[in-house]
């Protein structure tokens, strides 16, 4: 909502005469009472002689490619000025703003004095946007008559020091799209009391007055509103022997121009500077192209309308449509028809003004791909009761400006929607909330500022006004309360944490995880939630996969990706190549997250009471219908693993650095990973292990088939993990380390067996064998070769042995050392080497 600083000023020294301020002190008003400036924009300033001039003589210049005119403007002094002017929207004895050489307009642009199109131009005749006030550029300002003598200092006349100040309006306030609402606002932060502009304002340039206008002699216009448009009032009456072609006073198309509308004629751009004013859209229609009942009902099926902008529609019927017995006139609440529309011919007026249904327009203009200022308005609920006094309110303005005579009584079809609902809340209820002390009286004092009829001491009987439907509910209440006391005078208080509570055991786990592969070299990112279609075809995964067993969002933000994820691969690879199109490709990345997998036969709950808690049925319900959403992490690796410098090239990241960041997933959780040799899409078959605790499947590392890379256009030997982190064990005992203050003892075993066996299998066998006394060993060696025979390989184990009351011997150590072989013999057909 944009208006010019002087308006905002007019508004509030209608209750303090003496009341003035400062932009940025209007700033900060309004940011006390909760609204964010987006802009302030003095006007800007303009040098040397611009005065208001008229046009005394227009010759065409016909030799040239495209018109031009020569005018002779009369600007107080003795001879007139000639100027050259291509605008083609005056004409002679129209009052102009003229720029006469040694001015220098925004931009800056020096006027001189200069030879064009064969004439001396001594001057320019001004448009809105050269003098910096708006942006229309069609044509040149044209002054009302009156308004000024040729001469005058048009900065003076035009008002050019000024600011137009931009509010930000929330949605859930469209009482403040208006100068009413935000004057209201801004006379709360500055203490200073409100005269209604819709009411009865003494001291506006054009004041308000609380009576109708004189009554009409004529019969009022039939008007009727059906049940099935949802609309709540029409209110309309005729305005006869206007002049259509008459121009809006400067002081209207000022206001108009900074708020962004580009001024028309006078009866439209009254029309939408009561708008701008008070909050109520209303419409003009040529009351000559009307006839019969106008009627505010639903369209019917198929019926068709050609709006203002040109464009024929076809109407739903949703829409809610003004008709008269011919059809419809306009898109209620958005725009009018163009077969009735106000044009210079027009004589008599029929004004609308009308409350409409907020979801029906907001629809409509969905639907047809249109949007207006009126319509921004409707959408977000529009003061009932404000309808008439604004209908009054532009009757008088026509009648001042555009002349005529105000010749039928207001037509008012109302339909009755109930008193408004009363909200009882404690007097000191704010205080409550906010934690400080309020004076007494606060409460009951800041409610009657917005508006509110307050009844009562304690509790507080409350009903909201008609302009604010937001206020539905004690704790809306309250919070006016505290915005208009201040919400930067409430002490921030952290609370204190309640002993005994803290990280559950899977919250530890989680956290654990994400730190050690931090730790390891992994960067977090997080991928979308959501994945892109087609995935799994790439992957040429068969059709019973679990992974198919999608989970689509009914309205998903992206049309090509309803589907939750059932894997945290496909978003992380898309990252990957994100990273890689950039120039980043030694990448080793992982996120952690849910995946959603739908499961059999869940049955859909249908709309619960939200008045009360659910029963303990009920959310056994919800619950089973939700899908399975088990926790993930997965791990993407490729490029370089260890960095390449003057020690060498690097290292580039293969299979077994997939198999180490299981492990690392498995020894952060507190469980041991068993890697066994499988076949698993979209793994390479040669190159992927399936992951096991206990016997059981929690995911799959390695590297991702060549096939797959190739059509994601991703690069080759790129390694993946995927671990099911709800599948491993959760202990939630804290584990206490235990300590053996007696020294290891160190083996190495050097055992040869056939290709096809796992190493995986060698060292489980080898530590099953030797006994409690081994506290660890691992594979540090594989060698192939002649020395071990074709179709064989050696495979080198570091053995840490310990016991736990005594110093082992080297003997014991051995003796284990053998036994572990013996064992492996028997499992594998392992031997020494």
Same mark, same amino acid.
């Given at each position: 909502?944009?208006?010019?600083?002087?308006?905002?000023?007019?508004?509030?020294?209608?209750?303090?005469?003496?009341?003035?301020?400062?932009?940025?002190?209007?700033?900060?008003?309004?940011?006390?009472?909760?609204?964010?400036?987006?802009?302030?924009?003095?006007?800007?300033?303009?040098?040397?002689?611009?005065?208001?001039?008229?046009?005394?003589?227009?010759?065409?210049?016909?030799?040239?490619?495209?018109?031009?005119?020569?005018?002779?403007?009369?600007?107080?002094?003795?001879?007139?000025?000639?100027?050259?002017?291509?605008?083609?929207?005056?004409?002679?004895?129209?009052?102009?703003?003229?720029?006469?050489?040694?001015?220098?307009?925004?931009?800056?642009?020096?006027?001189?004095?200069?030879?064009?199109?064969?004439?001396?131009?001594?001057?320019?005749?001004?448009?809105?946007?050269?003098?910096?006030?708006?942006?229309?550029?069609?044509?040149?300002?044209?002054?009302?008559?009156?308004?000024?003598?040729?001469?005058?200092?048009?900065?003076?006349?035009?008002?050019?020091?000024?600011?137009?100040?931009?509010?930000?309006?929330?949605?859930?306030?469209?009482?403040?799209?208006?100068?009413?609402?935000?004057?209201?606002?801004?006379?709360?932060?500055?203490?200073?009391?409100?005269?209604?502009?819709?009411?009865?304002?003494?001291?506006?340039?054009?004041?308000?007055?609380?009576?109708?206008?004189?009554?009409?002699?004529?019969?009022?216009?039939?008007?009727?509103?059906?049940?099935?448009?949802?609309?709540?009032?029409?209110?309309?009456?005729?305005?006869?022997?206007?002049?259509?072609?008459?121009?809006?006073?400067?002081?209207?198309?000022?206001?108009?121009?900074?708020?962004?509308?580009?001024?028309?004629?006078?009866?439209?751009?009254?029309?939408?500077?009561?708008?701008?004013?008070?909050?109520?859209?209303?419409?003009?229609?040529?009351?000559?192209?009307?006839?019969?009942? $106008?009627?505010?009902? *639903?369209?019917?099926?198929?019926?068709? #309308? /050609?709006?203002?902008?040109? %464009?024929?529609?076809?109407? &739903? +019927?949703?829409?809610?449509?003004?008709?008269?017995?011919?059809?419809?006139?306009?898109?209620?609440?958005?725009?009018?028809?163009?077969?009735?529309?106000?044009?210079?011919?027009?004589?008599?007026?029929?004004?609308?003004?009308?409350?409409?249904?907020?979801?029906?327009?907001?629809?409509?203009?969905?639907?047809?791909?249109?949007?207006?200022?009126?319509?921004?308005?409707?959408?977000?609920?529009?003061?009932?009761?404000?309808?008439?006094?604004?209908?009054?309110?532009?009757?008088?303005?026509?009648?001042?400006?555009?002349?005529?005579?105000?010749?039928?009584?207001?037509?008012?079809?109302?339909?009755?929607?109930?008193?408004?609902?009363?909200?009882?809340?404690?007097?000191?209820?704010?205080?409550?909330?906010?934690? $400080?002390?309020?004076? *007494?009286?606060?409460?009951?004092?800041? #409610? /009657?500022?917005?508006?509110? %009829?307050?009844?009562?001491? &304690? +509790?507080?009987?409350?009903?909201?006004?008609?302009?604010?439907?937001?206020?539905?509910?004690?704790?809306?209440?309250?919070?006016?309360?505290?915005?208009?006391?201040?919400?930067?005078?409430?002490?921030?208080?952290?609370?204190?944490?309640?002993?005994?509570?803290?990280?559950?055991?899977?919250?530890?786990?989680?956290?654990?995880?994400?730190?050690?592969?931090?730790?390891?070299?992994?960067?977090?990112?997080?991928?979308?939630?959501?994945?892109?279609?087609?995935?799994?075809?790439?992957?040429?995964?068969?059709?019973?996969?679990?992974?198919?067993?999608?989970?689509?969002?009914?309205?998903?933000?992206?049309?090509?990706?309803?589907?939750?994820?059932?894997?945290?691969?496909?978003?992380?690879?898309?990252?990957?190549?994100?990273?890689?199109?950039?120039?980043?490709?030694?990448?080793? #990345?992982?996120?952690?997250?849910?995946?959603?997998?739908?499961? &059999?036969?869940?049955?859909?709950?249908?709309?619960?009471?939200?008045?009360?808690?659910?029963?303990?049925?009920?959310?056994?319900?919800?619950?089973?219908?939700?899908?399975?959403?088990?926790?993930?992490?997965?791990?993407?690796?490729?490029?370089?693993?260890?960095?390449?410098?003057?020690?060498?090239?690097?290292?580039?990241?293969?299979?077994?650095?997939?198999?180490?960041?299981?492990?690392?997933?498995?020894?952060?959780?507190?469980?041991?990973?068993?890697?066994?040799?499988?076949?698993?899409?979209?793994?390479?078959?040669?190159?992927?292990?399936?992951?096991?605790?206990?016997?059981?499947?929690?995911?799959?590392?390695?590297?991702?088939?060549?096939?797959?890379?190739?059509?994601?256009?991703?690069?080759?030997?790129?390694?993946?993990?995927?671990?099911?982190?709800?599948?491993?064990?959760?202990?939630?005992?804290?584990?206490?380390?235990?300590?053996?203050?007696?020294?290891?003892?160190?083996?190495?075993?050097?055992?040869?067996?056939?290709?096809?066996?796992?190493?995986?299998?060698?060292?489980?066998?080898?530590?099953?064998?030797?006994?409690?006394?081994?506290?660890?060993?691992?594979?540090?060696?594989?060698?192939?070769?002649?020395?071990?025979?074709?179709?064989?390989?050696?495979?080198?184990?570091?053995?840490?042995?310990?016991?736990?009351?005594?110093?082992?011997?080297?003997?014991?150590?051995?003796?284990?050392?053998?036994?572990?072989?013996?064992?492996?013999?028997?499992?594998?057909?392992?031997?020494?080497?």
């Amino acid at each position: 909502m944009r208006a010019p600083q002087s308006w905002f000023t007019e508004v509030l020294r209608n209750g303090d005469p003496q009341w003035s301020a400062t932009a940025a002190e209007i700033d900060q008003g309004f940011v006390r009472v909760g609204f964010e400036i987006e802009g302030i924009d003095p006007f800007p300033t303009i040098t040397g002689p611009l005065v208001v001039g008229r046009v005394q003589t227009i010759e065409e210049l016909t030799e040239f490619k495209k018109p031009i005119r020569f005018c002779t403007v009369e600007v107080g002094e003795a001879e007139p000025r000639g100027i050259v002017c291509g605008a083609r929207n005056f004409a002679e004895g129209d009052l102009i703003v003229a720029a006469l050489p040694g001015v220098v307009l925004p931009g800056p642009f020096e006027i001189a004095s200069r030879k064009t199109y064969g004439r001396v131009s001594d001057g320019m005749i001004c448009s809105v946007s050269e003098l910096g006030i708006g942006n229309d550029h069609s044509g040149i300002l044209v002054l009302a008559p009156g308004t000024a003598e040729p001469g005058a200092d048009a900065r003076e006349v035009l008002g050019l020091d000024d600011t137009a100040i931009d509010i930000n309006v929330t949605p859930d306030r469209g009482y403040a799209f208006s100068v009413r609402g935000l004057g209201r606002e801004l006379a709360g932060s500055f203490g200073v009391p409100f005269v209604d502009p819709a009411l009865g304002a003494p001291g506006l340039a054009d004041p308000v007055h609380a009576e109708p206008p004189a009554a009409a002699t004529g019969e009022a216009w039939p008007v009727a509103v059906d049940d099935d448009s949802s609309a709540t009032r029409y209110t309309a009456r005729v305005i006869t022997g206007v002049d259509a072609t008459a121009v809006s006073p400067w002081w209207i198309q000022k206001r108009l121009l900074v708020a962004g509308i580009r001024p028309i004629s006078a009866i439209v751009d009254i029309t939408n500077y009561v708008m701008i004013e008070l909050g109520q859209p209303l419409h003009a229609f040529d009351a000559d192209k009307l006839s019969g009942t $106008i009627t505010v009902r *639903a369209a019917r099926p198929d019926e068709k #309308l /050609t709006t203002l902008d040109g %464009t024929d529609r076809v109407l &739903d +019927p949703e829409d809610v449509v003004i008709a008269d017995e011919n059809g419809p006139v306009a898109l209620a609440g958005v725009m009018g028809g163009a077969t009735s529309e106000v044009s210079d011919a027009t004589t008599t007026v029929f004004l609308e003004s009308a409350t409409f249904d907020p979801v029906r327009v907001f629809r409509t203009g969905k639907r047809h791909k249109l949007t207006s200022e009126a319509s921004k308005r409707f959408e977000r609920t529009v003061d009932p009761e404000i309808t008439a006094a604004a209908s009054d309110r532009a009757a008088r303005l026509i009648v001042e400006i555009a002349g005529g005579t105000i010749a039928s009584p207001l037509s008012d079809a109302r339909v009755e929607t109930g008193a408004p609902a009363v909200i009882s809340i404690p007097a000191d209820e704010p205080d409550r909330v906010a934690g $400080i002390p309020y004076p *007494a009286g606060t409460t009951a004092s800041r #409610l /009657t500022e917005v508006g509110c %009829t307050v009844v009562g001491t &304690d +509790p507080l009987e409350v009903t909201p006004p008609s302009w604010r439907p937001d206020l539905r509910q004690r704790a809306d209440l309250v919070e006016e309360v505290l915005r208009l006391e201040g919400l930067e005078d409430i002490p921030a208080v952290v609370p204190n944490a309640p002993a005994g509570t803290g990280l559950t055991a899977s919250q530890r786990r989680r956290r654990a995880i994400g730190r050690t592969l931090a730790l390891d070299g992994y960067v977090e990112v997080l991928p979308y939630p959501f994945m892109p279609a087609g995935v799994f075809d790439i992957w040429e995964l068969p059709g019973d996969d679990e992974r198919r067993r999608t989970v689509s969002v009914l309205n998903p933000l992206d049309s090509d990706r309803p589907e939750l994820n059932t894997t945290l691969l496909p978003g992380l690879l898309e990252m990957a190549a994100r990273n890689i199109a950039r120039g980043q490709r030694d990448l080793s #990345l992982y996120t952690i997250g849910q995946i959603v997998i739908a499961g &059999d036969n869940v049955e859909p709950v249908g709309q619960l009471d939200v008045t009360r808690r659910p029963t303990e049925a009920e959310i056994a319900a919800l619950d089973a219908s939700l899908p399975h959403q088990p926790l993930h992490a997965a791990v993407v690796l490729t490029g370089l693993r260890d960095p390449a410098g003057p020690w060498g090239h690097g290292r580039v990241a293969d299979h077994l650095d997939a198999f180490e960041a299981a492990r690392s997933i498995g020894r952060a959780a507190g469980v041991d990973i068993e890697l066994m040799a499988d076949e698993h899409r979209p793994w390479h078959p040669g190159r992927c292990a399936r992951l096991v605790v206990d016997g059981v499947t929690v995911g799959y590392a390695g590297e991702l088939h060549p096939a797959v890379l190739e059509r994601a256009d991703l690069p080759k030997r790129l390694c993946a993990v995927e671990v099911d982190i709800d599948a491993l064990p959760l202990d939630e005992r804290l584990p206490a380390p235990r300590v053996s203050p007696f020294p290891a003892v160190l083996q190495d075993v050097n055992v040869v067996v056939s290709d096809s066996v796992s190493s995986t299998d060698v060292q489980a066998a080898l530590r099953a064998g030797a006994g409690e006394l081994l506290e660890s060993i691992d594979l540090f060696d594989v060698f192939t070769g002649e020395q071990v025979g074709a179709g064989s390989k050696s495979l080198t184990f570091a053995l840490r042995f310990r016991a736990a009351d005594r110093t082992l011997t080297e003997d014991e150590a051995n003796e284990a050392k053998l036994a572990a072989v013996e064992h492996a013999a028997e499992q594998v057909g392992a031997r020494l080497r």
